[in-house]
C-alpha cells in the first residue's frame, strides 16, 4: 500500500511537472485559452469571434486587408478589377499549395463561392456570403465572380470572411468533416481538433508569401477555459502563455505584476441606445417626440461611463457606426452631458415630471444600469429588463421596445454598410422607419464611386444623429494578457493573428 | 420482484416523456431559437434562412413528435450548434461527468460516513464539534470559490496539481474534492442523525447485554440501520451531481454533461439539450431504483413491501 501510495506521488508529480512544461518559449509551444466553446471550425459554420480567430490563421482569402494601414493586398490573389458594377476578375496566385498537398487554383474558387453562395448549404452568416452569385473559371488562374446586385464593400467581405476552400477535399469532407479536421493554405494547419475544447495548430512549413507574414512560433496549444478567474490561474501557472478578452477589474491587477503584458485594444464593437422613434409600442410613446429622445442623449455622461467602466481604449461614440469603418462621418450633431437641459427638453415636451417606461438589456448589466441611472436623474423612470440575446431580439422584432441598450460588432467589417445599413433600412429592428435615411442609405450601400458613398452616408447618419434615432455611446475594448517571453501588437479589429506573435 | 421492476420501467418511461415534453415547450417559450441560433451578429435573413433549415416555421406540436419519433428509434439528430451527431456529442461528455460524479459520491461518503458514526459515538466531543465545523463550512462555502481556493493553493502556489482540463486522473483530483464536499454535509449530518437515534435504541442494548463487540455493534447492528435514509439521500445528490456539476466543470474547464446542458441552453441547441434532460431524468430514476434495491438488501423490512 505504502509503494503505491509513493507511485501515486511520484506520478503526480511528474505529471505536474510535464503540463507545466507544456508552455512557453522552450517548447516552442504558445498556450491560448478560449472562453467559448466554438461550434465549428469550418469559418462559414461558426459566427464566432474564436471561429475568426482560427479562420485568420488556417485559411487565406483572395485578398488581404492589412490591419495597421487599412490598405488591400493581394494574398490568394494577386491582383483584381472590377469588368462592370456586377463582375470582379481575380489573378490568382500561382504555386500555393493546401496543408493536405492540393494544389490551389481557380477551381477551388469556383467551388468555395458557389458553395457557400447557395442559401441551401446554410452558411451561417448569409450576409457575409448572399452578395455574390456564383464563380466563374477563366482560365487555371483567373477567376470571375458574380454579384447579385452592386455591392462596393465586395472587396472588404472577401477580405475578411470569405476564405477559400480546397475543392476537392471540400466536396468530400463537408463542413462537419471540415470542423473536424480543417484544410486550408493558411499560416497554420491543424494538427488536433477536440469539438468546442481543444485545438492545435502548427506552423506550416510551406507557407506562401503572403502579407500576412511569415507564421514564427511553431506551436499553437488552444484549450477552452470558460472561468476567466482558472485562465488567470493558468497564466500564474504558466501552462497558458496568452489570455485574451479580460475584463477590465482583472486586467487592471494583472497589470501591476512585472511577468505580463497587459496590451489593451479597441474593437469594432459599440455600444447605444436605440429609441422607438417611430411609436411601435404605441402611437403615445414619448420617444416618438423628438425632445424626448433629445433629453435622453444630453442625459448620459458618456465620458463618465468610459472613463468608470469600460477604460483602456474605449472612446465616446457619437454617429451610428464605428469611426474606422469606411463612411463613417464623423462631424454630426453631437449631445454634451446636460442634465439641466435635458429636463428642460423634457418639460417643453409636456414631461415636466418625467414618465416611466420599460428599459431592456441583454449583455453589460453594470454598463445598463448606470445608464437607467442617468435616465432616473431626469425624471424618466426605468423598469428595467435583463433578457436573453435571443429573446430581447424575438422582442424588437416583433412589437419594439420603448428603450433598449445594443450592441454592435460589425462582424469585424470596416464598412458603414455592416451596422448602419443593417438598422435603418426598414429591418425588424428598424425603430426610426425614416423613409429619407433609408434612401439615402439605398445609395450609399450600392454607389460604386467611394465619394457618393461616403456623401450619402454622412447624409444618413447626420438626419440619424440630428434626430437622435439612436443615442451612441461607446466603444468596446478588449484587453489582451500575455507573458514576458511573448511579443505581440493587437490589432483593433479584435482578431488574434498568431502570425504577428513571435517570442522575444 | 418482476411486476415491481415492470411497474418501475412503465413510471420512468412516463417521466421521461412528460420531461422531454415540457423542457421542449419551455425551449420555445424562453425565446426564438431560430434567433438564438443565429448569433448575436445576425441579419434577419440569416435569421430566416435558419428557421426554414430547422422547420421551426411548423407548430412546436408537430416538431416534438417528429423528435421523439426519431428519439424513440435511436436517433438524437444532430447538434444545431456543434452539428455533431448528439449521441457522440453527449456520450463524450457523460463520461467525463460519470467520473466526476462517481469520485464525487465515493469522496463524500468515505468522508461523510465515517465522521458521522464518529461524531454520533461521542456527541459534543471535540471530534464531534470539528465534524460539526466541517460540515457547516461545507454546506457555507460556494463551490466556485472553494474550487478557486485549491487553484490558487494546489496549483500556483504548490504547484502539485493541474488546475484544469481532463487529460490525467490527477487532473480530477480537485473537481472531485470541491464537488464531494458540497454533498458531504448532508450526508454526515444524516448519518450522525441517524446513528444517535439508533445508538439509543433497545435492541442495541439489548445487542450490548448479550456480549456483542463495540464494532460489530456499531456497524452490523446500528449503522445498517442508521444508513437507510442516508443510501435514499446519496442516490438524488449523485443524480444532483451529475446534472448539477456545472460550476465545478466549468472552473476546472471539464467539458461535462452538466456545463454542455447549460451552454446548450442558452444556445438552443434543442437536440443536445433534449437528449441530455432525457438522460438525466433516466439518471435520477435509476438512481432511486438502485437506493431502493440496496436499501431492501439492508433492510428485509422493505422487500416485503
Not at chain 1, 423612470?381 to 412589437?399: C, G
Amino acid at each position: 500500500m505504502k509503494s503505491f501510495m509513493l507511485k501515486c506521488g511520484v506520478a503526480a508529480i511528474a505529471l505536474g511537472l510535464s503540463t507545466a512544461a507544456q508552455a512557453g518559449k522552450s517548447e516552442d509551444t504558445l498556450s491560448v485559452a478560449f472562453t467559448k466553446e466554438l461550434e465549428n471550425v469550418d469559418s462559414y459554420f461558426n459566427s464566432a469571434r474564436e471561429g475568426v480567430v482560427l479562420q485568420r490563421a488556417i485559411w487565406d482569402g483572395l485578398v488581404y486587408r492589412d490591419p495597421a494601414t487599412n490598405e488591400y493586398k493581394g494574398n490568394l490573389a494577386m491582383s483584381w478589377k472590377w469588368i462592370d458594377d456586377l463582375t470582379l476578375e481575380f489573378k490568382l496566385r500561382e504555386g500555393v499549395k493546401f496543408h493536405n498537398g492540393e494544389p490551389f487554383d481557380a477551381d477551388d474558387v469556383v467551388y468555395t463561392v458557389n458553395f457557400v453562395a447557395d442559401e441551401a448549404n446554410g452558411v451561417k452568416t448569409q450576409r457575409n456570403v448572399n452578395w455574390m452569385k456564383s464563380a466563374e473559371k477563366v482560365d487555371s488562374y483567373t477567376v470571375r465572380i458574380h454579384l447579385k446586385a452592386p455591392f462596393p464593400a465586395a472587396i472588404e467581405f472577401l477580405s475578411g470572411p470569405v476564405s477559400i476552400y480546397p475543392n476537392e477535399y471540400y466536396a468530400e469532407a463537408g463542413p462537419s468533416g471540415m470542423g473536424l479536421k480543417p484544410v486550408g493554405t493558411g499560416p497554420y494547419k491543424v494538427s488536433l481538433v477536440e469539438p468546442g475544447k481543444h485545438f492545435v495548430l502548427e506552423k506550416y512549413e510551406g507557407y506562401h508569401d503572403s502579407p500576412k507574414g511569415q507564421p514564427s512560433i511553431g506551436k499553437v496549444d488552444i484549450r477552452t477555459i470558460p472561468d476567466v478567474n482558472t485562465q488567470m490561474a493558468e497564466l500564474f501557472g504558466s501552462t497558458l502563455d496568452l489570455i485574451w478578452q479580460v475584463p477590465a477589474d482583472q486586467a487592471e491587477k494583472l497589470a501591476t505584476m512585472d511577468q505580463f503584458t497587459v496590451a489593451n485594444e479597441s474593437t469594432m464593437r459599440i455600444g447605444f441606445l436605440t429609441l422607438d422613434a417611430a411609436g411601435r409600442t404605441g402611437e403615445k410613446n414619448p420617444f416618438t417626440d423628438i425632445r424626448v429622445r433629445r433629453a435622453v442623449a444630453h442625459a448620459i455622461n458618456r465620458e463618465a461611463l468610459v472613463e468608470a467602466l469600460l477604460k483602456g481604449k474605449s472612446k465616446v461614440v457619437s454617429t451610428a457606426c464605428f469611426p474606422s469603418q469606411f463612411g463613417c462621418f464623423q462631424d454630426v450633431p453631437s449631445y454634451g452631458y446636460d442634465p439641466e437641459k435635458a429636463k428642460a427638453l423634457l418639460a417643453e415636451a409636456g414631461y415636466p415630471d418625467g414618465f416611466e417606461t420599460e428599459f431592456y438589456a441583454y449583455r453589460n448589466r453594470d454598463y445598463a444600469e448606470a445608464i437607467a441611472s442617468f435616465l432616473n436623474a431626469i425624471g424618466i423612470k426605468t423598469n428595467f429588463h435583463m433578457l436573453q440575446y435571443s429573446a430581447l431580439r424575438e422582442l424588437r422584432m416583433k412589437s419594439g421596445v420603448p428603450v433598449s441598450f445594443q450592441t454592435w460588432g460589425s462582424y469585424s467589417i470596416n464598412d458603414t454598410s455592416a451596422i448602419t445599413s443593417q438598422f435603418f433600412k426598414f429591418g425588424k429592428l428598424d425603430d426610426a422607419r425614416d423613409p429619407d435615411v433609408r434612401d439615402w442609405l439605398d445609395v450609399a450601400d450600392s454607389a460604386t464611386d467611394p465619394e457618393k458613398r461616403k456623401e450619402f452616408y454622412a447624409k444618413a447618419l447626420t438626419k440619424i444623429a440630428d434626430q437622435a434615432y439612436w443615442v451612441p455611446m461607446f466603444s468596446y475594448n478588449t484587453n489582451y494578457v500575455f507573458t514576458n517571453e511573448v511579443s505581440y501588437t493587437p490589432t483593433p479589429d479584435e482578431v488574434l493573428r498568431f502570425v504577428e506573435i513571435s517570442w522575444k | 420482484m418482476l411486476v415491481f421492476i415492470l411497474k418501475r420501467l412503465g413510471l420512468a418511461a412516463l417521466v421521461a416523456v412528460t420531461v422531454s415534453a415540457i423542457s421542449f415547450s419551455l425551449l420555445f417559450l424562453a425565446g426564438d431559437p431560430a434567433t438564438a441560433l443565429a448569433g448575436e451578429q445576425a441579419t434577419d435573413v440569416d435569421i430566416e434562412a435558419i428557421r426554414r433549415l430547422y422547420g421551426f416555421d411548423r407548430p412546436v406540436l408537430v416538431q416534438y413528435w417528429d423528435w421523439l419519433a426519431k428519439a424513440l428509434q435511436g436517433d438524437f439528430g444532430e447538434s444545431y450548434y456543434f452539428k455533431l451527431p448528439v449521441a457522440d456529442l453527449v456520450l463524450q461528455r457523460l463520461s467525463i461527468t460519470m467520473t466526476l460524479g462517481v469520485c464525487g459520491i465515493s469522496f463524500a461518503l468515505l468522508t461523510a460516513v465515517p465522521l458521522g458514526v464518529i461524531a454520533a459515538i461521542r456527541p459534543n466531543s471535540l471530534i464531534d464539534r470539528l465534524a460539526l465545523l466541517l460540515s457547516v463550512m461545507g454546506q457555507a462555502m460556494p463551490s466556485f470559490w472553494f474550487g478557486l481556493m485549491l487553484i490558487v493553493i494546489f496549483s500556483i502556489q504548490l504547484g502539485w496539481l493541474p488546475p484544469s482540463g481532463t487529460k490525467t486522473w490527477v487532473h480530477f483530483i480537485m473537481p472531485t474534492v470541491v464537488l464531494g464536499y458540497y454533498a458531504m454535509p448532508a450526508i454526515m449530518r444524516l448519518t450522525r442523525a441517524g446513528m444517535l437515534e439508533v445508538l439509543a435504541s433497545d435492541y442495541i442494548r439489548t445487542a450490548r447485554a448479550k456480549g456483542a463487540g463495540e464494532g460489530r455493534v456499531l456497524f452490523k447492528h446500528a449503522l445498517r440501520n442508521a444508513i437507510i435514509p442516508v443510501v435514499s439521500l446519496a442516490a438524488v445528490q449523485m443524480g444532483f451531481m451529475l446534472g448539477g456539476s456545472i460550476v465545478v466543470e466549468s472552473i476546472f474547464a471539464l467539458h461535462g454533461a452538466g456545463y454542455l446542458a447549460w451552454e446548450s441552453i442558452g444556445r438552443n441547441d434543442l437536440p443536445t439539450v433534449q437528449a441530455l434532460i432525457l438522460i438525466f431524468s433516466m439518471f435520477y430514476i435509476v438512481f432511486t431504483f438502485l437506493s431502493d434495491v440496496v436499501n431492501a438488501w439492508l433492510d428485509p423490512r422493505m422487500r416485503a413491501g
